[in-house]
């Protein structure tokens, strides 16, 4: 298997639609997904993580490895494509397809995931902060959509969304070339230098339209 494409950035920044456009581009992201565009199982674990830690998706801190997950790589992967006995993992083998995953906790989360996939690159996607909070409250208020009552506090959410932004540029050192760090608005904007960077981390000529995706 590949090494994967890992998604991180605070939540309502715009990582939805960069998901769709990588999967578009041949990335896979999942066979099963919510309607964030989230695998699923990596979702669930993020969050089984960050329980048995404490925290939460909008309380988040770094798990300490007494609670990482401990289901192997092997068969995250499997579960991530499906495979259900051995001739689907000997054609999925074969194909040796470009996959990866896009959850907001994975900023917290991330040390646990590289543990388990080493060459791992990870895409840190970052938005205006007046942006993000203002998208927050607005879901905070949606029926059947997730809900904290904290966060009604629009200090709480600038506080939440740059201990987001502060984690994940922290692993910028640390990955060097297997990090990159994108603009929600540049991305938006068709803006040639990052279009070419993404393409460049990924090896993939990326055939979707961010503006395609904006709703």
């Known amino acids: 298997m590949r090494p994967p494409f890992i998604i991180i950035g605070m939540h309502r920044s715009g990582t939805s639609i960069l998901t769709k456009v990588l999967?578009?581009?041949?990335i896979f992201m999942g066979v099963v997904k919510d309607h964030n565009y989230e695998a699923m199982h990596f979702l669930?674990?993020?969050?089984?993580?960050?329980?048995?830690?404490g925290a939460d998706w909008h309380k988040p801190k770094?798990?300490?490895?007494?609670?990482?997950?401990?289901?192997?790589?092997?068969?995250?992967f499997r579960e991530h494509f499906r495979l259900n006995g051995r001739l689907a993992q000997w054609r999925q083998a074969l194909r040796h397809e470009k996959w990866g995953?896009?959850?907001?906790?994975?900023?917290?989360?991330?040390?646990?995931?590289?543990?388990?996939?080493?060459?791992?690159?990870?895409?840190?996607?970052?938005?205006?902060?007046?942006?993000?909070?203002?998208?927050?409250?607005?879901?905070?208020?949606?029926?059947?959509e997730v809900f904290a009552p904290e966060l009604k506090d629009q200090d709480y959410c600038h506080q939440l969304c740059q201990d987001y932004v502060k984690q994940g540029r922290s692993y910028a050192?640390?990955?060097?070339?297997?990090?990159?760090?994108?603009?929600y608005e540049k991305l938006r904007a068709q803006d040639p230098?990052?279009?070419?960077?993404?393409?460049?981390?990924?090896?993939?000529a990326l055939k979707a339209n961010f503006k395609k995706y904006l709703h």
């Open 23 to 26: 999967e578009k581009s041949g």
């Open 44 to 53: 669930s674990i993020n969050q089984q993580v960050l329980w048995k830690s």
């Open 62 to 76: 770094v798990p300490e490895k007494l609670h990482w997950h401990e289901i192997p790589a092997q068969e995250l």
């Open 101 to 144: 995953w896009k959850d907001p906790r994975n900023t917290f989360t991330l040390d646990m995931w590289l543990a388990k996939f080493p060459g791992a690159k990870v895409i840190h996607l970052l938005r205006n902060e007046d942006d993000v909070v203002a998208s927050l409250q607005k879901r905070n208020e949606v029926n059947g």
């Open 173 to 183: 050192q640390k990955l060097g070339d297997r990090y990159l760090e994108l603009e």
């Open 193 to 204: 230098a990052s279009i070419e960077a993404l393409q460049k981390f990924t090896g993939l």
